[in-house]
């Protein structure tokens, strides 16, 4: 079993950074990819960013440029640097991890973190 632990999250004034970290934890061999979801009151689930095990990296077209997501593979940890932040990018930001698996011919499952809440006040 993995386990996907979320912190860093918080409440910043408009502008502000948050440095926020998910950590996976259990029987984890390898993995494809770790991405950051937000999920805002009346707005659909959004990936704001991910990272692949090689270090390439997406973003939504509405943090790019602010947000930039970061990796450590040995620790299994990825972080995402929130920058000039603003009121709508008040979320609950969860992390999954793609393709995790547990041995090289072990199959691959997802894992999503419990979220971590980002409050950026005006």
């Known amino acids: 079993q993995v386990q996907l632990v979320e912190s860093g999250g918080g409440l910043v004034q408009s502008g502000g950074s948050l440095r926020p970290s998910c950590t996976a934890s259990?029987?984890?061999?390898?993995?494809?990819?770790m991405g950051w979801y937000r999920h805002a009151p009346r707005k659909e689930r959004e990936l704001a960013a991910a990272?692949?095990?090689?270090?390439?990296?997406n973003y939504a077209d509405s943090v790019k440029g602010r947000f930039t997501i970061s990796s450590d593979n040995a620790k299994n940890t990825a972080y995402l640097q929130m920058n000039s932040l603003k009121p709508e990018d008040t979320a609950v930001y969860c992390c999954?991890?793609?393709?995790?698996?547990?041995?090289?011919?072990?199959?691959?499952?997802?894992?999503w973190g419990q979220g971590t809440q980002v409050t950026v006040s005006s």
């Open positions: 259990g029987s984890i061999f390898s993995f494809n990819a």
């Open positions: 999954k991890a793609d393709g995790v698996r547990a041995g090289i011919f072990r199959p691959a499952y997802d894992y």
């Open positions: 990272i692949t095990s090689l270090g390439s990296t």
